[in-house]
């Protein structure tokens, strides 16, 4: 019991560094937060997010190269002209 409420902050911490880089159109810290939650989601034994997620920051990752134009803003991952 005490081992999870010492790490619940860090959980908490790392669904904000989630969303952080989200709002503020950043895609490389995105990808990297989400890499870090994919370590979380594993741990907490989410099975949906288990098969999805990996395909997920691959899709991220694949984008990111095919459109690597400044000017395209990231929002809730998708790209918007």
């Known amino acids: 019991m005490l081992k999870s409420i010492v790490n619940y902050p860090h959980h908490v911490e790392t669904i904000l560094l989630f969303i952080e880089p989200s709002r503020n159109s950043d895609m490389t810290l995105h990808l ?3 890499e870090a939650l994919s370590k979380l989601l594993f741990a907490l034994n989410r099975i949906k997010y288990k098969c999805l997620w ?3 920051i691959a899709g991220m990752q ?3 190269i ?3 134009e400044p000017g395209m803003n990231f929002r809730m ?3 918007l002209s």
């Open 54 to 56: 990996p395909r997920y």
């Open 66 to 68: 095919s459109y690597p």
């Open 77 to 79: 991952g998708i790209y």
């Open 62 to 64: 694949e984008l990111e």
């Open 32 to 34: 990297q937060a989400a």
